[in-house]
């Protein structure tokens, strides 16, 4: 269908112009718009009016007829059901004498004070059952707290006894004598090697088994 419109439109529009009208959707109206007013071949025309037969007439006066009696009886039902509750209204009104009345407030301010004591013992409870989770919360993150300072304590502790085991090594202004007359004595030597099984080899091992074959 599109590429029959297509064709059809080549020959008129150029090519751009054609691919730019066949963007555009055709909207169709059922019926004329209102805007547009009455067509011209219609404008003096006056439509004849159908005439409707008797009995369809009787009887849709008929069913008119019975329509507002039906709502003229229910709206006067209502009208007197309303004029009968404000009567009742008024005469219990008017029958109420000042102690009763006086009687009839104090029983609302008890009722509104009974309702203000349950809702505050709620609220004391539900305060109460907040403040007691806060409680524990609280306590739970001290008892947290104080263990990690207690582990940390013990890790620190750890680590001065090893520096102190290890200060009985150190070279001090006491011993520095010593340790020197040591170090000449037995030198250290870091120059050595390792072989694939994993054995350590020092340059005094090898130098130590070529004196042995020289002598």
Do not use: C
């Not at 599109?2 to 112009?17: C, D, E, H, Q, Y």
């Not at 159908?50 to 007829?65: M, T, V």
């Not at 009696?69 to 709206?75: I, L, Y």
């Amino acid at each position: 269908m599109m590429a029959n419109i297509a064709t059809t439109l080549s020959g008129v529009f150029t090519k751009p112009r054609a691919l730019a009208l066949l963007q555009y959707t055709t909207v169709r109206f059922r019926r004329k718009p209102r805007w547009l007013g009455t067509a011209k071949s219609k404008l003096f025309r006056v439509p004849e009016r159908k005439k409707q037969i008797e009995e369809e007439i009787e009887e849709l006066k008929r069913l008119h007829n019975n329509y507002r009696t039906q709502m003229k009886a229910v709206r006067n039902f209502l009208r007197d059901e309303v004029e009968a509750y404000k009567l009742v209204s008024r005469a219990g009104l008017v029958l109420q004498t000042p102690e009763e009345e006086e009687a009839e407030w104090q029983e609302a301010l008890r009722r509104n004070e009974e309702w203000n004591r349950q809702t505050a013992a709620k609220r004391e409870e539900r305060l109460a059952a907040e403040r007691s989770a806060r409680k524990e919360y609280i306590l739970e993150r001290l008892l947290l707290k104080e263990q990690r300072e207690m582990d940390k304590k013990e890790q620190i502790e750890a680590k001065v006894r090893i520096e102190k085991e290890l200060s009985k090594t150190f070279i001090t202004r006491d011993n520095i004598d010593k340790a020197i007359e040591l170090a000449l004595v037995q030198p250290t030597s870091y120059n050595f090697a390792l072989d694939r099984e994993g054995n350590l080899h020092r340059s005094t091992d090898s130098s130590t088994k070529e004196k042995g074959q020289e002598h």
